[in-house]
């Protein structure tokens, strides 16, 4: 059983930046492909972006330029640094895990989830 606990959510205003992080118990981190999605109220849970074992990255348009994934692999650790944040970024912010290398879009591929952390953008 893989566990992932996001941290580093809070209140921020618009224009500001915010850094999150995953900590992974996988001991094959260093090859799981890695994601990040968001959820706000009412919506459905969506892409932001992930990252394959390779450090090679994909990213839903919504983010490019703004948001990005890194990971530290001796620390079991994935980031998401969140530049020039806007209101429509609120949401709860999961981090995913597949047993696999390869990134994807699609929640169903991944196999692990942490529980979320509240990021809140006021205007």
């Known amino acids: 059983q893989v566990v992932l606990v996001e941290s580093g959510g809070g209140l921020v205003q618009t224009g500001d930046s915010l850094r999150l992080s995953c900590l992974s118990s996988a001991r094959s981190f260093s090859d799981y492909a890695m994601g990040w999605f968001r959820q706000a109220p009412g919506k459905e849970r969506e892409f932001i972006g992930s990252i394959n074992r390779s450090r090679g990255t994909l990213y839903a348009d919504s983010v490019k330029g703004r948001f990005a994934v890194s990971r530290d692999k001796a620390k079991n650790t994935v980031y998401l640094p969140m530049n020039n944040q806007a209101p429509q970024d609120t949401a709860v912010y999961y981090c995913?895990?597949?047993?696999?290398?390869?990134?994807?879009?699609?929640?169903?591929?991944?196999?692990?989830w942490g529980q979320g952390t509240q990021v809140t953008v006021s205007s």
């Open positions: 995913a895990a597949r047993t696999t290398p390869f990134v994807s879009t699609d929640r169903d591929a991944y196999h692990f």
